[in-house]
């Protein structure tokens, strides 16, 4: 069996943090993997190629450049080129125009991994841009299979009337523990930690989604209460300017620090972090929920954040964004007390889901019947 795994761009990020876990899984179950990626614009960050290859994955990056004729050839020639027996597609709704490339080059079982619950026609900040609903039509109808790693991201890619049609399971972002974990304890210093108030962390793209302004007001009310608390933002996004502009007018800029995104997610979770905030406005299931509770590290999230990315119950919450900065304020306060052991931490991964190891033997079994015609 030769899996071909597609994510377009290949740099840091969830979906491919993800390809790069799953992969070598599923090698060491025996299974043919390679990788590719379609680029607009050449390739600067090749950390994740890099580890691809170093884990014996075949990896292929293609600048797609040209008209939009020569870019179709491209692609075409890709499929034909890395010939296989499954194509996993995890761009999502930008996977659209691959899928419809690659039924047309003959491959007969088409993945697609919908990952945003923001897909929908009635997405916020997609209403207006016709050409992802194009991507969407096409991509909810030329899968086979689809995955989702929550029921709303299936929902609002494929809608009412495909999910009748087409087999589709829930497989959530899951983590390698061991690594996540052998890093956090490496890493981990009680010592940098202390202060007399807590240190928020939000890590991924700061957008608007992300809802990162509400890290400010919550600051603000534990910075009135006179705690000592701090924020924390990993990642790069157009948020970000805004964030430094409110932060400096509210007097509580040198409280915030940025820090840019990198692969050394689980050591800023383990060194510098009390609590990680999600207060989103929408989310799949974000992969570095999962890893902080890896680390050991509590979590406070938005119900957007689906209960599916719970591992460790006693280091997951969720509050209601409609509770305000007040409430938020005393469940992360509670929450940066809570100590969970590691055993019980390694016990509650060992059959999770969102153990990578659990998931290859749970795709490795859905791909044999899908060759199979299930």
């Known amino acids: 069996m030769k899996v071909l795994f597609e994510v377009s761009p290949l740099n840091i990020g969830g979906p491919q943090a993800w390809v790069c876990d799953i992969a070598p899984a599923l090698k060491q179950r025996g299974i043919s993997v390679s990788v590719v990626s379609f680029d607009l614009v050449p390739p600067k960050d090749k950390v ?16 797609l450049e040209g008209s939009r004729l020569r870019k179709v050839r491209m692609i075409r020639a890709a499929f034909q080129a890395m010939r296989c027996d499954i194509g996993h597609f995890n761009s999502d709704g930008f996977s659209g125009p691959l899928l419809y490339a690659a039924k047309r080059c003959g491959l007969g079982v088409r993945i697609l991994h919908s990952r945003t619950p923001n897909w929908g026609f009635g997405g916020a900040g997609l209403k207006n841009r016709s050409f992802h609903h194009f991507f969407h039509w096409l991509g909810s109808r030329y899968c086979t299979h689809a995955f989702g790693v929550t029921r709303e991201a299936l929902e609002a890619m494929l809608g009412a009337r495909r999910m009748e049609k087409t087999p589709y399971w829930i497989i959530p972002s899951a983590i390698c523990f061991a690594d996540v974990r052998q890093i956090g304890d490496r890493t981990k210093s009680e010592a940098c930690r202390k202060t007399s108030g807590p240190v928020m962390g939000l890590i991924g793209r700061i957008t608007a989604s992300k809802n990162p302004l509400f890290l400010l007001d919550i600051l603000g009310v534990l910075r ?39 692969e050394n ?10 609590v990680l905030v999600l207060p989103s406005d929408f989310e799949g ?16 999230c938005s119900t957007a954040v689906s209960a599916d990315v719970c591992a460790v119950p006693e280091l997951f919450h969720r509050l209601p964004l409609a509770d305000g900065a007040e409430a938020w304020a005393d469940g992360i306060l509670r929450a940066s007390q809570i100590r969970v052991p590691r055993q019980r931490i390694e016990r509650c991964f060992a059959r999770s889901p969102l153990e990578i190891g659990n998931q290859a033997d749970l795709l490795v079994n859905l791909y044999e019947n899908f060759l199979n015609g299930g």
């Open 48 to 63: 994740l190629q890099g580890r691809l290859e170093a884990d014996g994955i075949p990896t292929k990056r293609i600048v």
């Open 285 to 300: 299931t974000p992969r570095v929920v999962t890893e902080a509770q890896a680390c050991g590290v509590p979590v406070v």
């Open 224 to 262: 009135n209460r006179h705690t000592d608390a701090r924020v924390l933002f990993m990642g790069y996004g157009p948020e970000e300017e805004k964030i430094r502009q409110v932060a400096a007018k509210r007097g509580i800029g040198k409280h915030i620090t940025f820090l840019p995104p990198g």
């Open 265 to 274: 997610v689980a050591e800023i979770l383990s060194e510098q972090l009390d």
